[in-house]
């Protein structure tokens, strides 16, 4: 995968096809390689771009920046560079807030549309939002286990993922996770998890699509139907046999959705 010098760090990312451009954003201390089942089938009719976030994948693990804004920015640098048109931005768990952010800093003009990936309004549990994930002890016990164990902690953050976990998926998720030092990730886990989107998620005026899986053992259904009420137009969609990564465990039927909803936009 190539490299880019951007905002003082060196980002991998492919590039991939020709067309409509695709910005396909990540989650939490995961990488670009987690999208190895879209990128043929969406290149196949459109540009399809996949970062790795600084600090993930195979982007330079520097120990600055790591916020949701600074990896918007990087992101809309890369876009920049690359002379993206007006992409359709796809963020996945962590990839779905800054999605957001790249919406606020690019402007509506410039984002064709949004895709959001199981992702709720927040992970945090805050006393109007029981939908989240985490409370501050949550927080604070992932971050010890991160720590000390941070090969356990993604191996048991995996089995949540996915609707029906198998060894061999598990392993290379866990080993790509590990490539994200647990100093970087834990920073990152603080900034994400107590971010609250739901002033962000009011103010989208770009068409949107969103897509969850339906086992609700990490992310609740419930929670992506709410972001589709308060977006004029949005879609929601719930795939079937799967859980946090609907894109991996039913591919087909993903792209599917992807590819309409981005045809509809032309």
């Not at 987690?34 to 970062?51: E, S, Y």
């Not at 949540?160 to 598990?170: C, D, I, K, S």
Request: proline share 6%.
């Amino acid at each position: 995968m190539p490299r880019m010098n951007l905002n003082g760090v060196e980002l991998s990312y492919l590039d991939q096809g020709a067309g409509q451009p695709l910005l396909l954003l990540h989650g939490w201390s995961m990488s670009g390689r987690f999208f190895q089942r879209q990128v043929d089938a969406l290149a196949a009719g459109h540009r399809v771009v996949v970062p790795d976030f600084r600090g993930h994948g195979e982007s330079e693990n520097v120990l600055s920046g790591h916020t949701v804004e600074q990896y918007a920015a990087d992101v809309h640098a890369l876009a920049t560079a690359l002379g993206l048109e007006r992409p359709v931005v796809l963020g996945w768990s962590m990839g779905a807030m800054i999605a957001y952010q790249y919406l606020e800093l690019a402007g509506d003009g410039e984002v064709a549309g949004l895709v959001i990936v199981d992702q709720g309004a927040s992970d945090f549990i805050w006393p109007d939002y029981p939908e989240g994930v985490f409370t501050a002890e949550d927080l604070a016990q992932g971050n010890r286990q991160l720590q000390t164990d941070q090969a356990g902690l993604a191996s048991e953050f995996v089995d949540l993922m996915l609707h029906e976990p198998n060894e061999e998926t598990r392993a290379w998720m866990v080993e790509e996770m590990l490539k994200c030092p647990p100093a970087i990730a834990g920073s990152i886990l603080l900034d994400q998890t107590i971010r609250d989107n739901r002033p962000a998620i009011a103010s989208v005026r770009v068409p949107t699509l969103v897509i969850f899986g339906e086992d609700p053992k990490l992310m609740n259904p419930a929670a992506g139907r709410w972001i589709s009420e308060q977006i004029p137009g949005a879609v929601f969609e719930v795939v079937g046999a799967s859980s946090h990564c609907p894109f991996y465990e039913q591919p087909d039927e993903f792209n599917a959705l992807v590819t309409s909803f981005v045809a509809g936009l032309s």
